[in-house]
């Protein structure tokens, strides 16, 4: 059973994949408050479960660039599990209070 969510959160919810589309788990999904995602994320939930899957909810609505992250204290550094959201890469999400949104997919590969 899920766990209820107040009316007035944003919960993202979806998977982290690598490229060849299969699960990542163990990574945290977090959200950042500017597009150079740099500094502390805003929110982050806890890491993906072994079948990629994560839920993040978020407290106050606004414009997010999220990422997948093996690690969220300093830049990716090599070797790190990264990676972003598909299809909104650099553009970030906008979202409104209540808002929910499912089937996110994040594509994570090892920085180089």
């Given at each position: ?34 597009a150079s995602m740099t500094g502390a994320p805003v929110f982050t939930g806890p890491p ?65």
């Amino acid at each position: 059973m899920a766990p209820q969510v107040a009316r007035d959160r944003i919960v993202l919810s979806g998977s982290v994949l690598d490229e060849r589309g299969a699960a990542v788990g163990g990574v945290i999904v977090g959200v950042y408050g500017s597009a150079s995602m740099t500094g502390a994320p805003v929110f982050t939930g806890p890491p993906t479960r072994p079948d990629g899957s994560f839920e993040l909810e978020l407290r106050t609505p606004g414009r997010y660039y999220p990422a997948a992250r093996s690690r969220f204290d300093g830049p990716p550094l090599s070797g790190e599990v990264y990676g972003l959201l598909r299809g909104v890469e650099g553009s970030g999400l906008e979202l409104v209070e209540g808002q929910r949104i499912t089937d996110l997919v994040f594509v994570a590969r090892p920085v180089p």
